[in-house]
């Protein structure tokens, strides 16, 4: 694991162990339909993940989710594992699947044109629509 804060966890079944190593302790918030159809709600993850070590690769399945990206689980009991995007190294750990009581701080919302109205978060965070998250992947 690379240096930064480390977070472990597994899933649901513990079939599946994941590490990870993050440069910052930011959480973001995806309000794209996608995210929302996979999860029932926004899609709560640590966005500045710099490494992930799976242990368990054999209970993984993956899907193809886009043209760009793609998300895992367990094969076993479902637990969403990661986002990623199929070139590059941009992973996206849902918080919930390591979080061990870290101070996270929640500080960016993307996809914020497709957020339904029903619901918002107090926070004040950097926000993005999809054009411009598809923008800056372009540009890194």
Excluded at 21 to 50: D, F, I, Y
Excluded at 59 to 85: I, K, M
Aim: net charge negative; hydrophobic share 35%; proline share 2%.
């Amino acid at each position: 694991m690379k240096d930064g804060m480390n977070a472990r966890g597994s899933c649901l079944c513990g079939a599946v162990k994941v590490a990870v190593a993050a440069h910052k302790q930011n959480v973001g918030a995806c309000h794209c339909r996608m995210c929302r159809t996979w999860g029932g709600g926004p899609l709560l993850a640590l966005e500045s993940v710099e490494d992930v070590e799976i242990e368990g690769e054999e209970n993984v399945s993956v899907y193809a989710s886009s043209d760009w990206a793609e998300r895992g689980f367990c094969r076993r009991c479902g637990t969403h594992l990661f986002y990623r995007l199929k070139t590059g190294d941009h992973y996206a750990v849902p918080v919930g699947l390591v979080d061990g009581g870290e101070a996270w701080t929640f500080d960016s919302q993307i996809f914020i044109d497709q957020k339904p109205a029903y619901y918002r978060f107090a926070n004040e965070t950097h926000n993005m629509t999809g054009q411009e998250v598809f923008e800056a992947f372009q540009g890194s």
